[in-house]
Each structure stands twice: as C-alpha cells, then as structure tokens.
C-alpha cells in the first residue's frame, strides 16, 4: 500500500578551510536548534532565516584523537561529528532499506563545501557511504539464519555532460552507457554492473577502484570531477527462504556536482546562453525541485520535466516516486562565500516540500519476470504485425528488436542463481585483492607519485612507482620502463625520473611543461620529499620520497589549491601580497577566484591549441592597479583576456562568461577525442566574438586646481588594470570666463569658499595621446578617450581617432557649474577627473555619447550642476518611502544649508566691519590728500591696499607648489607601479635595484625641491607683508 513520506533536509556547516583562517574570514552563520540564520558580510543587519529537519554544526568546538577522528571537545561541544551525522541519516536509510522501501540520499552544495567529505570522508573520519555499507555487512552478520538469505550488489555510476559511464566496467563504452525506459523498472541503465558483495572490504575496493576510474578516465580535464554527478546504488535483498517472499530495496547515495555550476548556466550578456549540456542536469534538477514543491502546495503544475536531463530521469524514483529521500545540503560558513552559502539553503528549502509516495517492494522479481515476460510478448506480436503488413520499418523494427533482446537477456540475468553471480565475483575479488597487497608492498619499498585532485575526496588515489633505474613518463606505453599519464599536454617522452643510489631526479624532455614547486623547469633536478609537480596542463602529483624519508606528514595540506597558489605567486598573484592582517572578504574572493579559474584557464588553452582554434587566453584581475575618482581601490574581478593570434582581435570575458564557454569548450572536446566530426557555425561556436572595444587603461587628474582658479597642464599616464603604461595624455584643466577666455593670474583664490554661491566656468582640453601601445602592436587600430564630470549622468567622449601611435587629439569641451555649492568645492578637493582609454579594432563599434538631453548655457557651455538635484528627484519618484541613503542625503543637505547661513552671517558682519573701519579712516584728520595716494601708490604700486598684493603673491606661490606636487604624486605613482623582473637573472635584478634606486633619489630630490621652493616662497611673502605692515602704520599715522 502507498504511502506519503515528505523529502526530509538536513544541513551542515563545515569549519574555516586554511585559506579562510589566514585570510580572518569572519563567520556568517547561526545555528539555533534546526534554525539556520545567515548573515550578509557588507549590511549585518540583513539576516535570512531558514527552518530544516536536522542541522549539523561542524565549524567550531571539536579536536582530534590519537586515531585522528574529529571529535567534540567535551560535554558542552555542539560540533557534530562524523558519527552523529550517519546515525541520523545513514541509520535511518538503513532501517528503510531492511524494512524493504527504497531510500536515497542527495547530497548538495558548492565544490569545497565538505559534500564529499560527508558522504566519502577522509582517512579516520570515514562518510555516510562507507558507515552505511560497513554498519550493513554487520548487521548481516548478526542476523543469519538458516532459512534467510542476504544478497548485496554495489554498482557505481557517473553522469558527466549527460553521458553516463559505468565506473566499475572492465572497458570504455565508446558515447557512454544508454538509459532506457520500461513499464516495469521506469528509467534505468542498460548494461549497468551490479557486483555481488560478500564483505565490507570488496565494497571499499569497488569504492577506490571507481574513484580512480573517475581520474584516470578517457577524458583529460582535471576538473570535471567537481563538476560531474555519481551515483552509488546499493542493491539489497532479503530472502525468505521458507515463506518464498523476497523483499528488495536500492539505496541511492548520490553526490551532486558542484552547485556553484548553477550560476554559469545562462551567463548573463553571453550570446550562446545555456550553449552546453554540462549545465543541464543541475538547472533541470532544480526545475523538477521546484515543480514537486509546487505539487506539494497544491498548485497546478502541467508538467514535472524529468525527461530534460539524464540525472533527472535516473532519480525520478526519488522525487516524488517510489523512495524514502534525504537531502543533506553542506554550506562553508565563510562571509567570502555568503552568495553560494544563500543560494543552496534557499534550494534546500524548496526541496523539502516535495511528498514521494512509497511502498515495500515483496517479490519484485517474480513481479519483473511476469512483466518483462508480457512485454515480450508485445514486442512480438508488434514485430509480427510489421512483418504481415509488408511495411518497410527497418529503424524501427530494429528499436523493437533490441528491446526484445535486452528483456530475455534481464530475465537470465535474474534467474542467475545468487550463488553463481557470487562465486564469478569473489574470483575478480580474489585478484583485485593480490593487487591491493602487491601496492602496499611496493609503498613500502619504492618512492611514488599521488595525483591531487581538485575534488579533495579523489587525491591520493593513483599511486604512481618510481622504481630502480630510468623510467619514462609519458602518454606513450612503447617503453620498457614507463608511467603513463594521460593527460592535457603531456607529450609521448615528456620526462624522464631516475631512481639511483636512493636519489630519484626529473628531466624533461625537450619543449615539455614541467613545474615544480610552482616554477617551470629547464633542467634536470633532484626531487625532495613532498615536492609539487604539474606535467603539462594540469596533471598534478605531489611526490613522496623513500619510506626513510617520511614523517607521517598530513598530506591534505597540499591539495589543489595549494598547488595553484604556487603558480600565482609565481606569476606575482600571491596571497601573502594580500597582507598579513585580515583581508577584505571581497579580495580574498577575487584570490581564491583566480587559484580556482587558473587551471580552467590552461585547459582553455590546450583545447584551443588541439583544436587549431588559435586563440590565445590570458588570466587577469580587472582593477589590480585602478583606483576611483578619490583613489580608493576599485571592485576587484577576475576577467580572462582572449587573443586571436591570427588576426589579432582581443575580448576581454568576465568570469562568468568565460566559464560558461568553457564548458562549451569541453563538450566539443569530447566529441573530437571520441573521433567524431566537429562542425560548428561561427553563431555556436565558443571560440568566436564579435569584435568589441577594448578597455585599456586609467589616467586621473586631480581638481584641487579648479578651487584656487588655477589653470593646470598635465602629461599623466594611463595605466592598465594590472599598472602597465598604455599611453600618456597631454591634457589642461583651465577655469575661464563664461566666453571661454581663461582666468588671469589675479583671479587666482586663496579661500575656495568665496566661490560659493557663484559661477564657475572652466575648460577641460585633450590635447594628445602619445606612445599609444594599443597601436604599436598593431597599426590598424584606434582609440577613444571617455570620462564623466562630478555627477553628471552622461559620459564624455573624444572623437574616434586610427592607425597613429601618437593621436592629436584637440578636443576642448566647456562645462559650467550655475552656483558652487560646499558640496562641489569638497568634491574638486578630494576627487580626480577620471579617464578611460578604449581601444578600437576593425569591425567594432566606437563608443558614442549622447548631447541631446544635456543642458547648456547660450554661450554653448556644458551645464553640469542640475546633474545631483535630477538623481535626487528620481529617488523620490521611484520611491514611495524614503530610503536610508536618501534621508542621509537630506540630513546632510540641512546641515550644509545651515552652515551656508552661518557663513552668509560671516560675510554680512565682515562687509559691516570694513565699512566701518573705512568711516573710520575718512572721518580722522590726515595729511594732504595727494602726498597720502603718493607714498600709498610707492608702498604698494598700483593696488589700493597692501591685501591684494601679498594675496596675488600666495596664490602664484600656490600655483608652482601645485604643479610642482602635481609632477612628484607622478613620480610617486610610478614608484609604487614598478614590479621586479619575472627573471631569476641576477643581472637583471641588479639592473632593476639600480634603476629603482636612481627613481628613488629623484622623488627625493624632487620632493625636496617641491617643499624648499614653497618655503622660500611663503618667507618672501611674509617678509614683504612685515614691511607692508611697517609702511602700513607709518602712511595710516
């Protein structure tokens, strides 16, 4: 009889990995009994609450044993163990399974999230998957009685770009498993090993030879663990000898790909959207999730898509079928991961809306044999019919054909006696085992090589021996003495090891990519315990000396990570440079993001290679060097920079984008080593664009000028994401008259406030482009200046200009500013005229900006302070409540309003008091009124009072220092862009220190000179104002 069972979740959440510990990550979860909050890093006021069945807390409180289990550390501890997880789920999928239903348990969660290491484990702390087998074998052998009989088969399956392999096949099936369809078993896969088992230990034998299957297998790319689907069934049967009842129960234990995969399915402002069937099976997945949980609220629902994708059709049974589910989702408590941590408790939610409907399965085979038996007999008559009818289908008769075969070849299959398939299976057993012994022999005589895995739960599965003498490590298997690894540019001979007099040394061979330790290798060295090798792309293995070498050491520490570390500190990417204190969240992000797309990013290049694609793709940080208008570090992203090698064309991907492509990449890869043909259309094809401008690089120049009315001439510098010169922009910054004439000298201001409430006018002139390396890579190119001013919501752009390393520019553009306000005045102090250099190619469309709504003054003049007040009133319009930054922005315009009355007071009592001091003076009794303007006019020349004339004074002192400090923040800037050479030549480095030493005894001089001349400068001022106040008091007496 049927009965409803809801899908029941569970979630845990693992400790801080190393990387999270040295970069200060800050926990962002709570755990209140079954009740999850979670807390978002930039806004703590924000928090998502969400409710579970089972919640596991494994980040804090625990310690290890003298066995090396993880453990809670005393009575008062809330860590959950391995133990504690596997009594909740593991045992209750076992209770169901004795009690005949069919169980199964999904894990979910993001690559690194502790998924594999709650379902598999590690070393001591052994998973759900080992526990239930072991507990299961155990149990068996508790209960046996004469008249009972217990039948284990154990099969392992894995569903990768919707291909399913068998792991546990004897050979390749060329195109992968099929999955079928029938009345009486549903989905399931054609020629599936299921493998009898009679104890625990072929069960973990059957688990690592899988496991290795999954690394070794006929694909090359490293990461497709992480983001491939595997299934183990643990097949179970009881039977009742005596009473001729059998019960039956399949127990699904399923890790999930990656759940960060999810986010590249459809990435945004990409042209071949949701191109590949890498993401199908997830997206799919949770389509089917979120069609049963509607079900379940009662919601009309027309269609529940399990036949989108493969995963979905083979777990069909368990959402909303015939089976008791679990769902474990596992999260990292990290505020680095706060996006992914939200997005898989959020589909844990809805997953444990779904009902299943399940029942004992008694005598299932007999029920099978009868249907398959009725089925048979349909497929006949069919065939008859066709055959009668004299129609011609071929294909068709075919399909009919097969279905027939495979049915009678099932029902032999299953009046197999138990004793048979059990007797064919413990002779493979028998020589898996002599295997197993033979390898821990040779451990403990040999050094080797262990693969690392970017799955940590599939490291240290292949063991490759470094035995006496000289071995070859390569694809080729032609050599006497030889390792073969298959893998990503890897060539035939692509080193050689030798193993003499207990040294073991490496060479490559030719051309061929050997890094150690994270730096490329020329030559041949000798190898240290516990040393880092990457052949070719991505084949990475950690080598373990002689057994007289090694200390017991924790091998975990080196996984993928660290080994992709290396190569970015290599590359001048190091997390050290990050600082020793804590890192912002959003950095370290961008760091593990590009450790992470690093080896995606070689991959895309051997496959690029192999295909004769000839693109060429290059990992950067977007914003590594830039900085924003007030030099604060910009938002930091990883972007992949593709290059034609051919024709020269450059893309600038983000990571998404790229991402998304690559597994395009991978799907047409797998074709091609499968030997088909690959035909492709330049609209499908990953390796194709349209060509686009490119961003080059960054040039700021400071506004403080524009608050002292002081004209400033530039040569600045603009610089690439990474702080690479592009190019120098002669530009000019010259406040003026409403009519574009510039400002005289004696205009300049000494108090910026003055402004306030008046106009400002002022030029901004683009001169030239000078040394442009865009072009000097190719001529046939152009560029583009753009840049906005203060708020204004439109950008600026110069004139398209091509094919000149050094473009003339000449572009003045006028803007004006109706009445300065405080807020504006704080601006120009504090802020830079940001500039972006783009870059043009053939074919692409130049960057262009819109007049047509912009305000300008009858003399033609750029009106740029209505800018603020028209954003202010589309808050308001789009807002039916204020917003918090809105109602700051309104306190901080009331406060600025009063110190505007304050300073108008200031002013009012300022003009009273010169007018009285000037009644003053015409009221006392002074000399002749002639010789009084005379020895005025001598003191002070032409100017009336001696103000204006230590004033014009200050301001011209002013302007040089202005421009002098202008050069030296150039100079400064220069200095902290400067990187040491990649070369590990000591002629170079020395050639380096030199020429920062001579940069740094320029800065100095030329700051030295910078503050030297303005002291002269003031002291002449004062010297002249000591004298004018001396001459002052005589003329005023």
């Not at 063991?463 to 490590?473: P, R, Y």
């Not at 074709?671 to 040039?699: C, K, M, N, Q, Y």
Request: net charge neutral; with cysteine; charged share 25%.
């Amino acid at each position: 009889m049927l009965s409803a069972d809801s899908v029941k979740v569970a979630v845990r959440v693992r400790p801080f990995n190393q990387m999270e510990k040295d970069a200060g990550s800050r926990c962002i979860i709570s755990m209140v009994s079954n009740s999850i909050t979670v807390c978002d890093p930039r806004n703590r006021n924000n928090t998502k609450t969400f409710l579970f069945d089972l919640s596991y807390w494994s980040h804090s409180g625990f310690i290890k044993n003298k066995e090396g289990t993880l453990i809670p550390d005393g009575s008062t501890s809330k860590y959950a163990d391995q133990r504690r997880v596997f009594d909740d789920l593991g045992q209750e999928i076992l209770n169901n399974a004795w009690k005949g239903y069919n169980a199964t348990l999904l894990a979910y969660g993001q690559t690194g999230s502790g998924k594999s290491y709650t379902m598999i484990g590690y070393g001591p702390n052994r998973g759900i998957i080992p526990m239930t087998c072991d507990e299961l074998f155990k149990t068996i052998h508790q209960n046996q009685e004469p008249n009972k009989q217990y039948q284990i088969y154990f099969s392992m399956l894995e569903i990768y770009n919707e291909k399913v392999v068998d792991l546990l096949a004897k050979s390749k099936q060329s195109g992968g498993l099929k999955v079928r369809e029938s009345p009486q078993r549903g989905f399931y896969v054609e020629d599936q090993m299921l493998v009898p088992c009679e104890s625990y230990e072929q069960v973990q034998q059957l688990l690592k030879e899988g496991n290795t299957k999954r690394i070794t297998g006929s694909t090359n790319i490293n990461t497709i663990s992480s983001r491939s689907h595997m299934i183990i069934t643990i097949r179970f049967k009881q039977v009742f000898l005596k009473d001729h009842l059998t019960k039956q129960s399949d127990i699904n234990l399923v890790d999930l790909a990656g759940s960060e995969r999810q986010k590249f399915s459809g990435s945004e402002g990409d042209r071949l959207r949701e191109g590949t069937a890498i993401n199908l099976s997830l997206t799919t997945l949770g389509n089917v999730i979120s069609a049963l949980a509607e079900i379940a609220m009662r919601k009309k629902v027309l269609h529940v898509p399990y036949r989108n994708s493969t995963l979905t059709k083979l777990l069909q049974s368990a959402l909303g079928g015939n089976s008791k589910t679990r769902m474990i989702a596992t999260v990292s408590p990290a505020d680095i991961c706060y996006e992914e941590t939200l997005s898989t408790l959020r589909y844990a939610e809805r997953t444990k809306n779904i009902q299943n409907k399940v029942v004992i399965n008694e005598n299932p085979t007999e029920r099978l044999i009868l249907g398959l038996r009725a089925e048979n007999a349909k497929l006949r008559s069919a065939i008859t019919k066709i055959r009668n009818a004299g129609l011609r289908g071929e294909e068709e008769t075919k399909e009919l054909r097969h279905s027939l075969a495979e049915n009678e070849r099932q029902m032999a299959e299953i009046q197999t006696s138990w004793e048979q398939r059990l007797e064919r299976s413990q002779k493979e057993w028998e020589q898996k085992y002599k295997t197993l012994k033979q390898e821990q022999h040779m451990i403990q005589k040999f050094p080797y090589l262990v693969n690392v895995n970017v799955d940590p739960q599939l490291s240290g599965f292949v063991k490759l021996f470094i035995q006496d003498g000289e071995t070859i490590v390569g694809q080729s298997t032609s050599f006497s003495q030889a390792i073969v690894i298959k893998g990503f540019g890897v060539a035939d001979k692509h080193a050689i090891i030798t193993n003499l007099d207990n040294k073991v040394t490496l060479e490559p061979c030719g051309q061929a990519k050997v890094a150690l330790n994270g730096v490329l290798l020329f030559a041949k060295v000798q190898l240290k315990h516990l040393d880092r090798l990457i052949l070719g792309s991505n084949s990475t293995y950690l080598y373990v000396g002689f057994p007289c070498e090694r200390n017991g050491e924790d091998l975990s520490k080196y996984d993928y990570d660290f080994f992709q570390s290396e190569l970015a500190a290599v590359e001048g990417f190091d997390r050290d440079a990050l600082g020793k204190q804590k890192v912002d969240p959003s950095v370290l992000a961008v760091f593990l993001d590009y450790i992470r797309v690093k080896p995606l990013v070689v991959e895309a290049n051997q496959i690029s290679k192999e295909l004769n694609k000839d693109l060429k793709f290059e990992l950067e940080v977007k914003n590594l060097a830039l900085t924003d208008s007030r030099g604060h570090d910009l938002v930091k992203e990883v972007i992949v920079k593709v290059t034609n090698k051919m024709t020269h064309q450059v893309w600038v991907w983000s990571k998404a984008k790229f991402v998304n492509r690559k597994f395009i990449m991978e799907d047409i890869y797998q074709h091609f080593i499968d030997g088909e043909t690959v035909s492709l259309d330049r609209e499908s094809d990953p390796f194709w664009d349209p060509t686009e401008a490119v961003h080059l690089g960054t040039a700021y120049v400071w506004l403080q000028s524009l608050n002292y009315c002081i004209p400033l001439e530039e040569h600045v510098e603009f610089r690439s994401s990474q702080g690479e010169e592009e190019a120098v922009l002669q530009i000019n910054l010259v406040p003026c008259t409403p009519s574009g004439q510039p400002l005289s000298e004696d205009e300049i201001l000494i108090d910026p406030t003055e402004m306030v409430g008046q106009r400002l006018d002022f030029q901004v002139q683009i001169m030239q482009c000078l040394g442009i390396k865009w072009l000097k890579q190719n001529s046939k190119r152009g560029i583009q200046i753009q840049y906005n001013v203060f708020n204004h919501p439109y950008p600026f752009c110069t004139k398209p200009t091509w094919n000149t390393v050094n473009a003339r520019i000449v572009q003045v553009t006028q803007f004006t500013v109706k009445s300065v306000s405080q807020e504006l005045l704080n601006y120009l102090q504090s802020h830079a005229l940001v500039l972006d250099l783009w870059g043009l190619q053939e074919g692409c469309t130049e960057i262009s900006s819109s007049l047509d709504d912009i305000e300008v003054t009858d003399e033609g003049s750029i009106i740029i302070d209505c800018a603020r007040q028209q954003v202010l009133n589309n808050v308001e319009m789009d807002d039916d409540q204020p917003s918090e930054l809105h109602i700051k922005l309104s306190k901080l315009e009331q406060e600025i309003e009063l110190l505007r009355d304050v300073n108008r007071i200031l002013r009012t009592d300022n003009v009273s008091m010169k007018s009285a001091l000037r009644k003053m003076m015409s009221d006392a009794p002074r000399p002749d009124e002639k010789s009084f303007h005379q020895r005025n006019t001598q003191a002070f020349g032409s100017k009336c009072t001696p103000k204006a004339s230590y004033e014009v004074d200050f301001a011209k002192a002013l302007k040089t220092f202005y421009q002098s400090m202008n050069r030296v923040q150039n100079q400064l800037r220069g200095l902290r862009r400067q990187r040491p050479p990649d070369e590990n030549n000591v002629e170079t480095l020395r050639m380096y220190i030199d020429n920062q030493t001579r940069i740094i005894r320029d800065f100095g001089d030329s700051l030295e000179l910078c503050m030297n001349t303005l002291k002269n400068d003031v002291n002449l001022i004062v010297k002249k104002k000591k004298v004018v106040h001396t001459l002052w008091g005589s003329v005023t007496k």
